[in-house]
């Protein structure tokens, strides 16, 4: 079955990169919508963007001036980054896949903590 | 943008209760709406797609309706595994914004 596994440092420094990887198996990824959701602790889910086969990406305004998600279909991967980060993107973060004929977050990953801290 | 809210934001239900949640818009999203359940160090789950639609494998106790502004999930009889966080999500602007959700606890 169609698995999606998150992977990448779980501690970030104030003001560097977050740098996550998802990596698809069981399904091709050059297909659906693929998406990055976060979950801050205690809180409520937050969109952050998804990507297409073919590279086409949207992201949640709030977060676009920081976020780059891109696309490696000959790994199975796409892969999330966050500049300038602060402790309000500490989160456990999720990679998911969209269902084929609606956006609807259908596949999910385990998720990964990642912390911001010095 | 859009702003979400879901009522209540917490509710005590027994085994085979009725279960209703609302989720609410500031704007019309037509049926641009799923549901999520979410048990605690989990991914969520995705129960209703297009505000109406049963995702393939949830039980049918689950369904949902509306469109617009006014969204309902409703658990017909609830279950022990039921007991959850249910988030609301629109896909219809840019931020695809997920409501605060409601978490169902046992009474």
């Known amino acids: 079955q169609v698995q999606l596994q998150e992977s990448g440092s779980g501690l970030v420094k104030p003001s560097e990169t977050l740098s996550l990887t998802c990596t698809v198996s069981g399904a091709s990824i050059s297909s659906h919508y693929w998406s990055w959701i976060r979950q801050p602790p205690g809180k409520g889910l937050e969109w952050i963007g998804h990507?297409?086969?073919?590279?086409?990406?949207n992201y949640n305004p709030s977060l676009k001036s920081r976020v780059t998600i891109l696309v490696d279909t000959s790994k199975s991967q796409f892969s999330l980054k966050v500049t300038s980060v602060t402790a309000a993107d500490t989160a456990v973060y999720y990679c998911?896949?969209?269902?084929?004929?609606?956006?609807?977050?259908?596949?999910w990953g385990q998720g990964t903590v990642v912390t911001v801290s010095s | 943008d859009i702003q979400m809210t879901q009522s209540p934001s917490s509710l005590s239900a027994s085994v085979g209760d009725r279960v209703t949640i609302t989720c609410r818009t500031s704007?019309?999203?037509?049926?641009?709406l799923n549901w999520y359940q979410q048990k605690p160090g989990k991914a969520p789950n995705l129960l209703i797609y297009a505000a109406s639609s049963l995702q393939s494998g949830v039980p049918s106790r689950f369904s949902g309706s509306g469109s617009g502004t006014d969204f309902i999930l409703t658990i017909s009889s609830l279950q022990p595994e039921d007991f959850a966080t249910y988030y609301c999500q629109q896909t219809y602007s840019n931020s695809r914004a997920f409501g605060p959700g409601t978490k169902v606890d046992i009474k």
């Open positions: 990507i297409s086969h073919s590279g086409n990406t």
């Open positions: 998911a896949r969209d269902r084929l004929d609606h956006e609807a977050l259908e596949i």
């Open positions: 704007q019309s999203i037509s049926s641009y």
